[in-house]
């Protein structure tokens, strides 16, 4: 009788174990799909959408507990320092700007990553990578401005959708943070109207 408890036992400390270790795997596995979901959300810079690219990156590497290499220069590593938890930190940090530059160099077509020179540092490769399209948007609002100024209504389709295609190109500009006021506005869509309508 003892030696059939004794198996039972066996047998449910077995189960247990490989319950255990099935449960492990499973959350390794999950966390891995959770990581390559998080990864692919974000999306493919482009020209137009680098606001929404960044907060993509900074979200998802801030859940990933990198989004500290994004706000500091990249440690250097010092073999003078005796102290073994600077060490540690330093190696954990270099760690962190290596993965965030790999995060963002797969979001960022080569076309971009030729143009913008080769850089270690996450936080460099962010500021390069913002500077380089704040410039291009200040030429994004001059070309909208122009096309706004110089929209004319030819009596082509709905006039209401020719009037909401000039807000539509207004909001666009306040997103390049140039606001045009309501009323210069108004005057802006008077102006390219035909003398019929006024």
């Not at 948007?137 to 209401?160: F, H, P, Q, T």
């Not at 210069?184 to 008077?190: A, C, E, I, K, Y």
């Amino acid at each position: 009788m003892f030696y059939l408890f004794y198996f039972i036992f066996i047998l449910l400390c077995e189960h247990v174990i490989n319950f255990f270790y099935l449960c492990s795997i499973t959350v390794v596995v999950a966390s891995a799909v959770n990581l390559s979901t998080q990864i692919n959300c974000i999306p493919m810079l482009n020209g137009t959408n680098f606001k929404v690219w960044k907060e993509a990156i900074e979200i998802i590497l801030g859940c990933m507990d990198l989004a500290l290499a994004l706000r500091l220069e990249k440690p250097t590593p010092t073999p003078k320092n005796p102290n073994e938890d600077k060490v540690e930190k330093v190696e954990v940090n270099l760690e962190n700007h290596r993965m965030c530059l790999m995060i963002m160099k797969r979001s960022v077509p080569e076309v971009f990553r030729d143009s913008i020179f080769e850089s270690h540092n996450a936080k460099g490769f962010l500021d390069t990578i913002e500077k380089y399209f704040t410039s291009n948007e200040k030429a994004d609002a001059s070309s909208l401005l122009a096309k706004l100024i110089s929209m004319r209504y030819k009596g082509k389709g709905n006039i209401r959708e020719y009037i909401m295609g000039m807000f539509n190109l207004a909001s666009k500009l306040k997103a390049l943070k140039l606001e045009l006021s309501d009323d210069l506005l108004v005057h802006l869509v008077l102006i390219s109207l035909p003398t019929h309508f006024g």
